[in-house]
């Protein structure tokens, strides 16, 4: 499994997180976790509940987003959500759910650029 560590960014906004990757095909790539949070209406399996969303974006140490080998922005390489929900009453720690979705999102990502820049890399030929 990928490691990574937290990074010191510029100009970052709340709840965004930048991370690097430590090891494997993707050592030292920077990356900016956005988590984002939404309520959905009570319903009648839950009183109450919330949506995280984690979006991923490929950053350099100045949080500017880079560039991919066919020339888009890597503004959101991995989406991924979970939802949240409790009985009336029942606290939710939004916090430590948004620190376990970050991590999972990271290490998905780290995987899949390592798969990405294999892919580049290998000579496909034309015409």
């Known amino acids: 499994m990928p490691s990574f560590s937290p990074k010191t960014v510029p100009g970052l906004e709340?709840?965004?997180?930048p991370f690097t990757i430590d090891d494997g095909h993707s050592a030292g790539t920077i990356v900016r976790a956005?988590?984002?949070q939404t309520t959905e209406p009570a319903s009648t399996e839950a009183k109450a509940?919330?949506?995280l969303k984690c979006t991923i974006a490929v950053i350099d140490d100045q949080n500017k987003v880079q560039i991919d080998g066919a020339g888009d922005?890597?503004?959101?390489?991995y989406v991924t959500t979970k939802t949240l929900q409790t009985d009336a009453g029942q606290a939710i720690n939004v916090a430590d759910?948004?620190?376990d979705l970050v991590a999972d999102c990271i290490v998905e990502v780290a995987?899949?650029?390592?798969?990405?820049s294999?892919?580049?890399?290998?000579a496909?030929?034309?015409g």
């Open 73 to 77: 922005e890597m503004t959101s390489v």
């Open 14 to 17: 709340a709840w965004q997180f």
């Open 97 to 99: 759910h948004a620190a």
């Open 111 to 116: 995987n899949r650029l390592a798969v990405h």
């Open 49 to 51: 509940a919330a949506v």
């Open 34 to 36: 956005t988590v984002t």
């Open 118 to 122: 294999s892919i580049a890399a290998m």
């Open 124 to 126: 496909i030929p034309s």
